[in-house]
């Protein structure tokens, strides 16, 4: 089954309890909630007690993508404060197998994500720990950019490597993902489907819609 992860990156932040209802109701599968620190990306948004104060309002798992430096420092306070899922990113860590064996030893879900340059071949042999990998289909720090073509092959090439390996491994895709472009990457091998402004441009309708082309696919 493939999952919708909307981005509440586009969200009202003066009032997200209402906008995680209208994607509730409307059947988004988690939450996706980008942190930002404006040290691994310019830009800075939510921090713990965020997440937390969502986690008590929202009714499905939470997908904390952390776009921070050393992340092994606030990993246990992140899954604490709820995540279900938890993505950091390769290029802000040294000890990639250290740091997801934290994260396994704490319950949640875990991930290493890929800015769109970083090749898939650095994860080759943590492959058979990971939930699953995001790969960055924008250059990560802001919503709204556009989606980079050249990222689809790397889609792919992971699904096969998935594939040839027997693994369970989800792959995530995020950045720029919208209803006329969501197929291709379904097409290519994605399993979890981040959209921020391309759910919040209308989320009651996109949401649905979304969900109805997720359905097509399996
Ligand atoms: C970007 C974030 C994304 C962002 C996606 O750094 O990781 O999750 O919210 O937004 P859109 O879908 O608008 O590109
Ligand atoms: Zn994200």
Do not use: C, W
């Not at 379904?186 to 441009?201: E, Y």
């Amino acid at each position: 089954m493939k999952l919708l992860a909307p981005s509440l990156l586009s969200a009202n932040f003066a009032n997200l309890e209402k906008d995680i209802k209208i994607l509730e109701e409307n059947g988004a599968d988690i939450l996706h909630l980008d942190v930002m620190d404006g040290h691994f990306v310019p830009n800075i948004t939510i921090g713990i007690p965020v997440v937390e104060a969502i986690s008590k309002v929202s009714q499905i798992p939470l997908d904390v993508h952390l776009m921070i430096e050393e992340p092994s420092r606030y990993l246990k306070e992140f899954i604490k404060a709820g995540a279900s899922y938890i993505s950091f990113h390769v290029e802000a860590e040294k000890h990639i197998h250290r740091t997801l064996d934290l994260a396994k030893s704490l319950g949640a879900k875990v991930g290493v994500a890929l800015n769109p340059a970083t090749p898939i071949l650095v994860l080759e042999d943590v492959l058979p720990i990971l939930d699953f990998v995001l790969i960055m289909t924008v250059n990560p720090g802001f919503g709204g950019q556009r989606f980079l073509e050249f990222t689809l092959e790397k889609v792919r090439k992971l699904k096969n490597i998935i594939k040839e390996k027997s693994l369970n491994t989800l792959i995530e895709v995020d950045g720029g993902i919208k209803l006329d472009n969501v197929e291709k990457v379904l097409k290519a091998g994605a399993d979890i489907i981040v959209s921020g402004s391309g759910i919040f441009s209308n989320p009651k309708e996109n949401t649905k819609k979304f969900k109805q082309i997720l359905k097509s696919y399996f």
